[in-house]
């Protein structure tokens, strides 16, 4: 069965420091999703993704935070110059759509927990 | 804006238990509504889903019916397992808001042998 994987599971870094979160979507979806769980907090929305742009964005997704899909196959997200409350597990999500009335699920992975020292 | 409520956890329920973990939304339009279910070290698994008023969802023996009247997705259960043991995320997709997921806070399930 076709699963969005994640890499890395665990990561450490230090405040200031850029980090990148990679993502393996499902080969056909085409809606790809960037979310966030802060230990003990309810999961955020971050960014939709669709057609090399980016879809929607939350107020979460400052200028320290980008995406990118730099080949056929990887999605990832960029955090350039971490803070302590950056510290959460990130998921990523995709989908074959997402438009109109019809819903498309959104398949997750498991996570990047993100630790920032 | 839209927004989902859940009650606060943990539950901890004994095996063959009734479950009911209640969930209210607050949304424009007509929102699509979904259980989510996060087992621990994995992922968020799709559970059930509704798309429209007096739908109801159901997998794996859980249930929830899509209330406009009242704003709800309620999911039950009518005999729990230890294997159900997990968290639990009500959430909702707004019409034609390009798919993203806004969730409640979680509901974790524990259920005793």
């Known amino acids: 069965e076709p699963e969005v994987t994640q890499t890395p599971s665990h990561q450490v870094t230090q405040m200031g420091q850029e980090v990148i979160l990679r993502c393996v979507p499902i080969?056909?979806?085409?809606?790809f999703y960037w979310y966030r769980q802060i230990l003990g907090q309810k999961v955020e929305f971050l960014v939709s993704?669709?057609?090399?742009?980016?879809?929607?964005k939350s107020e979460i997704f400052d200028d320290q935070f980008s995406v990118e899909r730099p080949d056929g196959s990887n999605f990832t997200l960029k955090i350039r110059s971490t803070k302590l409350e950056d510290s959460a597990m990130y998921f990523c999500?995709?989908?074959?759509?997402?438009?109109?009335?019809?819903?498309?699920?959104?398949?997750f992975g498991p996570g990047t927990r993100l630790t920032v020292l | 804006g839209n927004s989902v409520t859940q009650m606060e956890g943990p539950v901890t329920l004994s095996e063959e238990a009734f479950l009911t973990i209640n969930c209210t939304y607050t949304a424009t339009g007509y929102p699509s509504l979904f259980w989510y279910v996060q087992y621990p070290g994995e992922g968020l698994q799709l559970l059930l889903k509704a798309t429209k008023a007096d739908d109801k969802g159901s997998n794996k023996g859980f249930e929830a019916t899509y209330r406009k009247e009242t704003t709800s997705f309620h999911l039950e259960k009518g005999s729990v397992q230890v294997s159900d043991s997990a968290v639990y995320f009500c959430a909702l997709s707004g019409y034609n808001q390009g798919g993203k997921l806004i969730f409640g806070q979680g509901t974790e399930l524990s259920v005793k042998p």
């Open positions: 080969s056909n979806h085409l809606y």
């Open positions: 999500a995709s989908s074959e759509g997402a438009t109109g009335s019809s819903y498309n699920e959104q398949f």
């Open positions: 993704f669709y057609n090399n742009e980016i879809s929607e």
